[in-house]
């Protein structure tokens, strides 16, 4: 139902932008972001945005990613700059109250 892609090798300090969007049928959904899991790790909040409100990181991407709603309904985009090897993950697509994209591999090279 969210369908997540942009994901791909890229070396350290460069950029990546991933998108997410739902299916057309889909309600209109208040809290979109995005989440990430590196191997041997928990899931982890990277972003979250809000319909009309400000936007919440992870304070290990402030200041490097962007989180912005797009203007069709229930689509959101993660704008990844200055990228570092610990940002290699699967980044997944959230969409309150509990719905998830089949994530996207982002691999950072040193």
């Known amino acids: 139902q969210l369908q997540a892609s942009g994901g791909g090798l890229v070396q350290a300090g460069g950029s990546l932008r991933l998108s997410c969007a739902a299916s057309?049928?889909?309600?209109?959904?208040?809290?979109m972001g995005w989440y990430r899991q590196a191997p041997g790790k928990q899931r982890e909040l990277v972003a979250l945005?809000?319909?009309?409100?400000?936007?919440n990181y992870a304070d290990s991407v402030k200041g490097r990613f962007t989180i912005s709603r797009g203007n069709a309904k229930n689509t959101v985009y993660l704008e990844m700059n200055n990228l570092k090897p610990e940002d290699t993950a699967v980044y997944y697509c959230?969409?309150?109250?509990?719905?998830w994209g089949q994530g996207t591999q982002v691999t950072v090279s040193s």
């Open positions: 945005i809000p319909t009309n409100e400000q936007a």
């Open positions: 057309q049928n889909f309600f209109s959904i208040n809290v």
């Open positions: 959230y969409g309150s109250p509990a719905y």
